[in-house]
């Protein structure tokens, strides 16, 4: 499977941004989505995971409450809801692919998208 991000920009804190991903290839369904971030000198973290059936969610501490993602399977897409977002949520935005459960950790996924930039202004 093949991956895309696209949806970052430039918003003020406060501020809302959905974060899409687009994935090539029909079995996109059976693979478990992850998203992560890197800022700037920081190491990429975990934001959130769904399951192929999303019918399970895990989100790191940092996006709960905040953030969503859901999935739709007849589009090979999933998405990224940010609201409430703050000047710390500033990064590329990674999603990544898994045969299996979902997993938080980085080394836990196969295939990865090219990044898109979220920047939040203060």
């Known amino acids: 499977v093949q991956l895309q991000a696209y949806g970052g920009g430039l918003v003020q804190a406060g501020g809302s941004l959905r974060l899409s991903c687009a994935a090539s290839?029909?079995?996109?369904?059976?693979?478990?989505m992850g998203w992560f971030r890197q800022a700037p000198g920081k190491e990429r973290d975990f934001v959130a995971a769904?399951?192929?059936?999303?019918?399970?969610?895990s989100y790191a501490d940092s996006a709960k409450g905040r953030f969503t993602t859901s999935r739709d399977n007849a589009k090979n897409t999933v998405y990224l809801q940010m609201n409430s977002l703050k000047p710390e949520d500033t990064a590329v935005y990674y999603c990544a692919a898994r045969r299996g459960v979902i997993a938080t950790t980085l080394y836990s996924y196969d295939e990865w998208g090219q990044g898109t930039q979220v920047t939040v202004s203060s």
């Open positions: 290839g029909r079995t996109f369904s059976t693979y478990a």
């Open positions: 769904i399951r192929w059936t999303g019918a399970s969610t």
